[in-house]
């Protein structure tokens, strides 16, 4: 951190800047690179989607805009931008601005609290974990005034399905959540990726004790994120398109924007908890192994740290494009019984386990 | 088939040359003869296939099509209607289906069916003059004519 | 209407329609208290149409009724016509029109299957289902040179003959369609969403059917087993007006009826899925009478000049979605007196209401996409 430090503040002195600007704006610059890479992560990823959605189903994808269809969504996002911006009559005009914003600020802050590297992360508390179900919930609020908001009956209809879902799916997602905090007894985020460390290569991860908690999670994940086959709140063959159906141009660009970054999000989460977020799976880093040069290997350490915790994000998000592919989507009170018959109970017994199991073997 | 059971509701059988057999019955006596034909063993009409109505310009005709499913044979029930006076008792108590048949008639050919409740243009726009299907129908509507102006 | 009443209007422009209907529904939370199908958004008057034209000018309109499965309208009006005018028809026409009918039959099962799937939240199979019925529409584009409306049938024959190359093309495509049909039921009939979903959802009882005349495989779904191309009924009594059994040379094939039990929405999937597997036999079959026989298809008779005499018939034929009727009445001259179309959507609206009374509204989407009602055949 300090080396990046002196770096910047070099950097600043070729130009003639005094240091208290380096001082002052140090800290802001990890968070315009983190916004700034969360959305060019959302563009890929939209790309990705549809290219992947395209795979499955035999067509080609977004192929006409740049090499490999790669600047579609740039394309589309320039499209939406320029869009005209409609507030239905009779629609709440605070509210109805205020959602869009509701449902994508939230996201933005909990993107901070991820460990990207052993070193690197900007917001680090003792109670990271906790903030972050706690903030990633608000943009459920967001939703819920959308659809308030936008006097549409079908958005309504999404609004409450979509309350209903976070509440249900919430719960057995903190339970998986307590039984991994039990495991590497701490809530910071980055002690819990460090829990995960151990002298064979990734046999410390909690996947393994914890892996009826990881299926859970991931179910739970897919419905808190309102995605297919949990995607009732925009079921476009019912709902029209659900609490966005009234929204258009960036007001929508940003319930889409807050979407797949959360998507993003929660499968980084989900690689931290499950996966030992940034740990290289081969138990040593690459670049410690094969470069010589201190001061240059301990940089690229982070980066690589960084690229592991991408890759195994991405392979959870390309399971969640799997499931989307597959399945039909759920029926509400299916959802509901599903939730709290079937995946609140083996939450328990997952955290029954992990206790007896941390009781037992852990601490020998 | 036997239809002389049917003599008890005034019945007169027709068969001409290059058409099928017709059932041809007073109005008043439709309903009685439909549930017969339905709920007796030996016919056992148990689908109303569809209603055929037709403006023959002196008078309409409507034609019941009757299909039976376990016998697999038809029977077609003909009633002539007066034009001035386009009325008939309704049969959407012996085959509901009859519903939206009926609807259409109305629609189409401002035949009105005495006893259903709800009978309602069904393509026809709302305040739409006229029938379009009675062979002296003029087109009227505005909303029709945007092309010619 | 009660207060805690949401009255929801989905259509006429709606995702899940398909087509121009209108629904206007009554909620309380997600269950549907009252439903009431508004119709005739697509009202087209094509039994008015009839009565301006001649017999010949009317034809190439009939395909546009139910414009999934052209050919059924198609051949509906042609058999009036050639029952009044007693034209015959030749051995290998016939052949042929089994044939296209029931390639045609098999398209449209794929679009329903892949359309009900979409409505039901799954969005690969559309894609996979619509990559088969492309083959078929190319080989309808190959012979009739349309892919919707072919406008194939003439009175009395056909407009061409099938070359043996298309028939070879059709025959490699009936060699690849079964593992395709198997694919769809393994990712599809045992999936436990989709099951859920359907089985007991939208349950049709054998009386309900018959009183709103619901035909095609909606009725046999019921287990009733009825099939208008078959003239080996159950208890078939074979006297001078049954109701045109065993149409063209069905009689002549081998083939089964499939028919389920319950009726609910999950039995009227399987039906179809059957259905498109006996459509593989008997094109098959098909193929192999006209692979070895030949036979004049064209119709001797002057096609503009047809004058038919005075007469009415209903001809009854079984389409993908129920029976289509089709009367003609001629008084004699050159245009039809009356025509008067029966299809099977049409009910299949109406009985709507009925069904969904005290559903869950996404159970809406199982039971109209089941139902398969494509709307200009409602409308007309």
């Known amino acids: 951190m300090e080396y990046l430090y002196f770096l910047y503040i070099d950097f600043l002195h070729k130009y003639n800047l005094p240091e208290f600007i380096g001082m002052a704006t140090f800290p802001l610059l990890p968070f315009c690179m983190v916004a700034a890479a969360l959305i060019l992560v959302v563009l890929f990823l939209v790309l990705m989607e549809r290219k992947v959605l395209a795979f499955f189903t035999q067509r080609k994808g977004p192929n006409r805009v740049g090499p490999w269809g790669l600047f579609q969504t740039i394309a589309d996002a320039i499209k939406l931008l320029c869009k005209e911006n409609i507030t239905p009559t009779g629609a709440e005009k605070f509210m109805f601005n205020l959602a869009p914003l509701l449902a994508f600020v939230p996201v933005m802050v909990v993107w901070g609290l991820i460990p990207f590297s052993s070193e690197f992360d900007f917001m680090s508390y003792s109670v990271s974990a906790l903030l972050f179900m706690t903030i990633a919930s608000i943009p459920t609020l967001g939703i819920l005034l959308a659809g308030y908001a936008s006097n549409n009956k079908y958005s309504l209809i999404g609004s409450f399905r979509s309350v209903a879902q976070a509440i249900s799916y919430e719960l057995p997602l903190v339970f998986v959540l307590v039984s991994i905090v039990v495991l590497a007894s701490s809530l910071n985020l980055r002690q819990i990726v460090l829990a995960q460390i151990s002298v064979y290569p990734f046999c410390g991860w909690f996947i393994f004790p914890a892996f009826l908690g990881f299926l859970i999670f991931f179910i739970c994940a897919t419905a808190e994120l309102n995605r297919c086959p949990f995607d009732l709140p925009e079921a476009e063959s019912e709902l029209v398109s659900g609490y966005n159906t009234e929204y258009s141009g960036m007001k929508f660009a940003f319930f889409f924007l807050a979407e797949y970054a959360m998507m993003f999000i929660m499968c980084a989460f989900m690689a931290t908890l499950f996966l030992g977020g940034f740990l290289s799976p081969f138990g040593f880093y690459l670049s410690e192994r094969f470069i010589h040069n201190d001061l240059l290997a301990q940089v690229l350490v982070y980066f690589e740290q960084v690229f592991w915790l991408f890759l195994k994000t991405f392979f959870l998000i390309f399971c969640m494009m799997l499931v989307r592919a597959t399945l039909p989507r759920l029926k509400s009170n299916q959802l509901m019984g599903f939730a709290w018959k079937v995946l609140l109970p083996l939450s328990f017994l997952n955290l029954f386990f992990i206790c007896c199991y941390k009781y037992f073997i852990y601490a020998k | ?149 | ?380």
Not at chain 3, 57 to 83: H, K, M, T, W
Request: one cysteine or more; charged letters at 25%.
């Open chain 3, 1 to 380: 209407m009660t207060k805690n009443r949401l009255k929801i209007n989905i259509g006429p422009q709606h995702p899940s329609t398909h087509g121009v209907l209108r629904l206007v529904l009554e909620l309380e939370g997600e269950i549907i208290k009252s439903c009431e199908p508004v119709i005739g958004y697509l009202h087209r008057g094509m039994e008015k149409m009839a009565e301006n034209r001649t017999y010949l000018q009317y034809l190439p309109i009939v395909d546009r009724i139910d414009y999934l499965s052209g050919f059924f309208n198609s051949f509906a009006y042609c058999n009036a016509v050639e029952n009044l005018a007693q034209i015959e028809v030749s051995k290998r026409s016939q052949y042929i029109r089994v044939l296209t009918m029931e390639m045609n039959r098999l398209s449209s099962h794929l679009l329903w299957l892949g359309t009900f799937l979409l409505d039901m939240g799954a969005t690969s199979p559309l894609f996979y289902t619509f990559r088969d019925r492309e083959v078929i529409l190319s080989l309808f584009e190959e012979l009739t040179g349309q892919r919707l409306m072919y406008n194939y049938y003439t009175f009395g024959g056909l407009r061409h003959d099938v070359s043996d190359d298309w028939l070879d093309k059709v025959g490699d495509f009936v060699k690849i369609m079964p593992k395709k049909i198997q694919d769809y039921e393994d990712i599809i009939t045992n999936n436990p969403i989709f099951t859920t979903r359907t089985k007991n959802i939208g349950v049709l009882s054998k009386n309900s059917t018959l009183q709103y005349s619901i035909t095609g495989p909606n009725l046999r779904a019921t287990g009733i087993r009825v099939d208008y191309r078959n003239s080996k009924q159950e208890t078939g009594n074979k006297e001078h007006n049954s109701h045109g059994l065993g149409y063209l040379v069905y009689p002549e094939l081998d083939f089964e009826i499939p028919t389920a039990k319950t009726g609910d929405s999950f039995d009227r999937y399987k039906v179809r899925v059957e259905e498109m597997k006996v459509c593989l036999k008997l094109i098959s079959q098909c193929i192999d009478w006209l692979k070895s026989n030949t036979g004049e298809i064209i119709s001797p008779i002057k096609q503009h000049l047809l004058k038919v005499p005075e007469g009415e018939f209903i001809s009854n034929v079984e389409a993908p979605r129920g029976v289509c009727s089709c009367y003609v009445k001629s008084d004699g001259s050159g245009n039809p007196y009356r025509v008067k179309w029966r299809t099977g959507s049409f009910y299949a609206v109406q009985i709507l209401p009925k069904l969904l009374e005290n559903t869950f509204y996404p159970d809406l989407m199982a039971i109209f996409g089941s139902l398969d009602v494509i709307l200009p055949e409602v409308d007309r």
């Open chain 2, 1 to 149: 088939m036997n239809f002389e059971v049917l003599d008890k509701f005034n019945v007169e059988i027709i068969k001409k040359e290059n058409s099928f057999e017709k059932i041809r019955v007073e109005s008043s006596n439709l309903c009685d003869l439909l549930n017969f034909l339905k709920n007796s063993a030996e016919f056992n009409f148990d689908r109303l296939n569809t209603i055929i109505a037709i403006d023959l310009v002196d008078n309409f005709e409507l034609i019941y099509d009757l299909h039976s499913i376990n016998t697999s044979q038809y029977a077609r029930i003909s009633v002539i209607i007066d034009r001035n006076s386009p009325k008939i008792p309704s049969i959407i108590e012996i085959f509901k289906s009859a519903y939206y048949d009926e609807c259409e008639i109305f629609d189409l050919f401002g035949i009105e069916f005495t006893n259903n409740q709800n009978l309602k243009r069904l393509f026809m726009p709302k305040g739409w003059v006229g029938y379009p299907l009675r062979k002296d129908y003029k087109q009227t509507d505005e909303r029709l004519s945007w092309n010619e102006k």
